[in-house]
């Protein structure tokens, strides 16, 4: 799971990361307990690549009982720092240090792009109780908001990657892509957004994986620009994020 630099890059952005990304809406974990059959409260559950505990913190005031598993050392001592009465554990998805058949639920908000699917998914269905569910789910872009399309355009420049395509793969592709095909799947998109100032938007964008693993220097001249670019759009430093939330349940049999 943390095999790629990218993913390690964010143990030096512990602080930022939990003080800047975005949580999810409500209705995320609404769609999760539909698919559960039952409520999260009084749910054994395990967030895995839990970070600084975002989605971990969802789960708790749910009622559900959480434990973080998370690979990177600052990271789960951020998230230990923020989630005292969570248990945080240092594990792989691709290798769980969790006994079999012991959770109803696993979640990774964020974190399946790290694993190894041929080793995570199998893991997943050895963790889950029968009928138990593994929910994986991202804030994806919402590139019909212009300047969000814009700035992807520049962040992708910036990084020296391909620009995403301006929508998300159907139905078939976003399981397959997942590793998930053969399970029973039911797919959400949730779209909703925050307003946020300046500042925590660009320690936003700047703590994803593919700036970490750039020059520091680099880095801090794209903030700058994006900052004079920004305040032509939000005279008033404040900003509207606009997600789209993609989430996949799968079922175990």
Request: one cysteine or more; aromatic letters at 6%.
């Amino acid at each position: 799971m943390a095999a790629d630099p990218r993913a390690r890059a964010f143990d030096a952005a512990a602080a930022p990361y939990g003080a800047s990304r975005p949580s999810y809406p409500p209705d995320v974990l609404d769609a999760v307990e539909e698919a559960m059959g039952r409520p999260l409260a009084g749910a054994r559950v395990a967030d895995v690549g839990a970070g600084t505990g975002i989605a971990t913190r969802l789960l708790r005031e749910r009622g559900a009982d959480v434990v973080a598993v998370e690979p990177g050392g600052p990271m789960a001592a951020r998230c230990r720092e923020t989630l005292p009465d969570v248990p945080v554990v240092r594990g792989d998805g691709n290798a769980l240090p969790l006994a079999p058949c012991s959770h109803d639920l696993l979640t990774y908000a964020q974190s399946w792009q790290w694993t190894d699917v041929e080793r995570s998914v199998p893991e997943a269905l050895r963790v889950l109780r029968p009928g138990g569910v593994l929910a994986l789910w991202w804030n994806t872009t919402a590139f019909d908001v212009p300047w969000i399309r814009a700035q992807h355009e520049r962040i992708a420049h910036h990084c020296k990657v391909p620009p995403r395509p301006g929508r998300l793969p159907d139905d078939g592709e976003a399981v397959r892509l997942a590793g998930l095909s053969g399970l029973r799947v039911v797919r959400r998109q949730v779209r909703w957004s925050r307003a946020v100032s300046l500042d925590v938007h660009l320690a936003n964008i700047t703590s994803r994986s593919a700036f970490l693993v750039l020059d520091e220097a680099a880095n801090r001249a794209f903030a700058a620009e994006e900052r004079r670019l920004l305040r032509e759009a939000f005279p008033t430093e404040a900003v509207e994020e606009s997600y789209v939330v993609d989430l996949l349940m799968a079922l175990r049999p």
